[in-house]
C-alpha cells in the first residue's frame, strides 16, 4: 500500500476513534509504547488510554489541516506528523494542535502500532 494512502487511513481511524471513544485507542499501543504529553512521559498503553480518557473535556471534533508521512526503519515502519484544530464542545474557539507518531507493521494485513518509546504528542496548544 502507498505510504501516504496508508499514512491517512491511519490518522483518519486515530483521531475518529479519538473524538467517538478515546479507549477504543488501546490497540494501537503495546507495553513499550510511550506517550510525551506538553512534557509529560507515559510508558503502556493502559498508561496511555488512561491519560487520554482523563483529559479534561469528554467532547471534541478534531479537523486536520496536513498529514505528512515518511517510510522508516525496519518492519516497513512510518513517521507521521499531523496538525488541524481541536475543537471543544461548548467553546467558541478552536485550539491548534499537532501529533507526530511513529509506527510499524505489526502483521501481513497492514495493521499499525505505535512504536515503543517513540510516539511523541503535544496537543492542547494554543497559537
Known sequence: MDPDA????????Y???FDSNRGGLANLYQEGSMLT?????????????AK??????QQCHH??????CQP????AGML??????LQLAGEQ???KFSQSTCSKHLDTKGHLMVIPEIDHTKELRLA
Open 15 to 17: 483521531y475518529s476513534t
Open 52 to 57: 487520554l480518557t482523563s483529559l479534561p473535556f
Open 72 to 75: 522508516s526503519g525496519a518492519n
Open 37 to 49: 504529553f506538553e512534557g509529560q512521559k507515559i510508558q503502556g498503553a493502559a498508561n496511555i488510554v
Open 93 to 95: 474557539h478552536t485550539l
Open 6 to 13: 496508508l499514512a491517512k487511513a491511519f490518522v483518519e481511524h
Open 63 to 68: 479537523s486536520i489541516s496536513t498529514v505528512d
Open 80 to 85: 507521521v506528523f499531523v496538525s488541524g484544530n
